[in-house]
């Protein structure tokens, strides 16, 4: 097998990115990077700590002395704030709610935008979020654009949320991913669209394994080709 490469996976909320580039990870040995989980941990601590959410001098103030950081874990990724393990709490409805005014501030982006570079930069990485492939990872050798059908969207989210035990029904759901999508696609900075040289992916119809074995397939087709 050739170089170790770097995969971009964006796409709208609930479309299987996370998922999906867990397993590609895992199956190629390369580290997975969940970005959204970085803007949902700064959203967590602007709400905990009472910041206005639309302050963004204030929010850049915090962020610049708050210690995120991503640890690879059996089921992913663990999402540590100052030391605490917010895992869990940064999937919380309110926080949810929240995170797209959050990472719509030019300042914010650029700060995580930065560190998600950084940790790419050790090769052999799958990174998700919503502009990986138009901005974070330019070169990447793959990129990937993931979506699914809202309706298909919200009822996995709904099934998430019921293993989580977190309160939610499918029509409360699907405007809330709505509402997010529109939201991070017509922002400023860095809006999610799909990259000019990203494979468009719809997953309403693919399992899990179809979806993950096409991404994997076109992987291999890249690290096996003689470029490398
Ligand atoms: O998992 P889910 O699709 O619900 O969202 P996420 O990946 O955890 O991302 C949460 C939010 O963070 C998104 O709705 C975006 O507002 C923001 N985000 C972003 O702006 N850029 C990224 N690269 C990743 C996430
Ligand atoms: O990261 P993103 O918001 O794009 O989606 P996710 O959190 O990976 O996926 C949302 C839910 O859909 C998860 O519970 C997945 O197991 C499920 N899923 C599915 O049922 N079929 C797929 N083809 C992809 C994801």
């Known amino acids: 097998m050739g170089k170790k490469i770097q995969i971009a996976i964006d ?36 709400m905990k700590e ?24 059996e089921n992913g990724q663990l999402v540590f704030v100052d030391g605490e393990d917010v895992s869990q709490l940064i999937r919380s409805n309110e926080v949810t709610a929240n995170v797209s005014e959050v990472a719509a501030h030019p300042i ?11 940790l790419a930069a050790i090769g052999g990485i799958v990174m998700d979020g919503r502009d990986i492939g138009t901005h974070v990872l330019r070169d990447a ?3 990937i654009y993931m979506s699914a ?33 529109k939201l991070d696609s017509e922002r400023e900075a860095s809006p999610l669209i799909q990259a000019e040289d990203a494979i ?26 003689s470029d490398f």
């Open 50 to 73: 009472n910041i206005g959410l639309s302050d963004e001098k204030s929010l850049e103030k915090m962020l610049l002395n708050t210690s995120i950081i991503l640890k690879p874990s």
């Open 149 to 181: 059908s809202v309706e298909e969207r919200a009822k996995r989210r709904f099934i998430d949320n019921e293993k989580r035990g977190i309160p939610s029904t499918i029509e409360s759901l699907k405007e809330e991913i709505a509402k997010r999508d």
């Open 200 to 225: 468009y992916l719809d997953t309403t119809h693919l399992s899990i394994e179809e979806a993950a074995n096409e991404i994997l397939n076109l992987a291999k087709e890249i690290m096996g080709s």
């Open 141 to 143: 050798e793959l990129k």
């Open 108 to 118: 914010i982006r650029e700060i995580l935008v930065a560190k998600q570079q950084e």
């Open 11 to 46: 796409g709208p909320a609930g479309a299987g990115k996370s998922t999906i580039a867990k397993i590609v990870a895992e199956s190629l040995g390369f580290t997975y990077i969940d970005t959204g989980a970085m803007y949902r941990a700064v959203t967590y601590k602007a």
